[in-house]
C-alpha cells in the first residue's frame, strides 16, 4: 500500500550524488520501498481470491498474463508507478483528518475514488481491448487495497502520515510506513497465515455487510480508521512527532489492520464480481 516512493519524493530535488548514492545504498538493504504495502495487497488479493466464483476466476486468468495470479497483479501499480506518469496521486486521498465523511471535493490531490470508478468501468466493459482491460484489473485489484489503509485518506498536514516521524518500539519510521508495513510485519510476513487470519473473522453475514455501500462510504470507514491511528491510546491525544509507539499502540492498531484488510479482501471480491458478471 505504499505510497511514500510516489507522489512526496517525485520532485525532491536530489541535491548531491553523495545523497544519491546513501539512498541507493538505503534501498538496496532495505529491499524495495512497497515490499511491505507488497504484503498487504496479497493479503487483500489472496482472500478476495478464495470468493469468487469458477467463472470470474476464468475470465480473470484470460484477462492477465499466463501465470499471473490476482496477488501478483495486485502489486503491478506500484511497481510500475515511475512508468505510467501522472500515476502517483491516483493511489490516495487527501482528506483533512477533522473531516466527518469523504468527498471527492476534499481529496486533495489524491485521485484514487475517481480512478477506482474509472478502472472499474473499463474492466467490465468487454468491447475495450484486451490490454486496456489487463491494465483496469490490475488497477483495480491494487486500488481496492489502497483504499482501505487509513492513511492512504485521512491527513493531518503530513502528508499522509509520512512526514510524521515516530519510534516504534526502537526502530526510526513515520506514521504511513508503520500502517504500510510494520504493524503487519510485526504479527507475521507470511501471506498465508495473514490470510488465515482473515479467513477466521469471516462469516457469510460480515461480508455481505462488508460488500455494502458506495466508494465513498468506503472512504470515510477509512478516514474513520485514520483518526484512531492518530491517535495515542495510552495518552488518549493525537500523536507527535517524536513519539515512541509500543504494546499499547501495537494492540489497539492490530485488529483495524486485520479488519481493514478483511474489508478490502471481501469488497474487492464483490466489485470483481459484479464487473464481470455476465452479459
Ligand atoms: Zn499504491
Redesign the pocket.
Known sequence: ???QS?PYARGRPQRTVCFVITVMIAWQSAGPVWAW?RLGHRVVAEFADRHLSPTVRAEIAEILEPGESLADASTW??ENRTRIHGSGPW?FADVPLDEERYNDRLAGSGQIVPKLREFRGILADRRRSPAARREALRFVV??V??LHQPL?IGEHHDRGGNTLQIHFYRRKTSLHHLWDDLILEHRTRGEDRWVAELSAIDDPISRSAAMDGTLEEWATGSLHAAQLAYQNPRTGRRIESGETLEDAYYEASLPIVRRQLYLGGSRLAWVLTDALRPE
Open positions: 500500500m505504499s505510497r510516489g504495502g501499480a506500484d493511489h491494487h486500488l487495497g489502497d492512504h
